[in-house]
């Protein structure tokens, strides 16, 4: 049998360890890109169902299996597939907080903007209107809304006409 370990391979690993260093990166960045997916399909699955509660309810308990897997096995492993689950489960969360948080946001603007389009107020209203809006969901579930206004720098606001 021929000793192949003295072979030099035909190109040369200029960077060795980059690939290590690329897959520690993706590696951390699936749970963030499984949340933002799970937002999405989450959120349209409530919206289409008209229901927030179950879902909830469900996120949550993705959640706390993440967090069980985490308490008995504390190794690399398990906690990567932790992370993926709590991905799953914070992103199922989120997709409802933000509609609850969107819904009662237009529901208290008072005009039609862009996508923001209300049968009752059509038109647009700069004078009350030209403000952004924050909102924060307090540990009770309500829903506090304040505002921003909006500094005009550069371009003068009008309304878009298609």
Request: hydrophobic share 50%; glycine share 6%; net charge positive.
């Amino acid at each position: 049998m021929a000793d192949h370990s003295s072979r030099r391979p035909a190109v040369a690993n200029v960077n060795p360890g980059a690939h290590d260093r690329v897959a520690d990166r993706l590696q951390w960045a699936w749970p963030w890109l499984l949340l933002g997916v799970t937002a999405v399909i989450a959120g349209r699955i409530s919206d289409r169902d008209g229901r927030r509660k179950i879902y909830v309810i469900l996120a949550t308990i993705v959640m706390a299996v993440s967090a069980v897997l985490l308490a008995f096995f504390p190794v690399f492993n398990v906690a990567m597939v932790a992370a993926l689950i709590l991905g799953l489960g914070y992103g199922m969360y989120l997709a409802v907080d933000q509609a609850l948080v969107t819904i009662e946001s237009a529901l208290n603007r008072t005009e039609s903007r862009g996508a923001h389009a209300r049968d009752d107020f059509p038109k647009r209203d700069d004078a009350n209107w030209l403000k952004h809006t924050l909102s924060w969901v307090r540990p009770d579930g309500t829903i506090d809304l304040d505002y921003k206004p909006v500094v005009i720098t550069q371009h003068q606001p009008k309304e878009r006409v298609y």
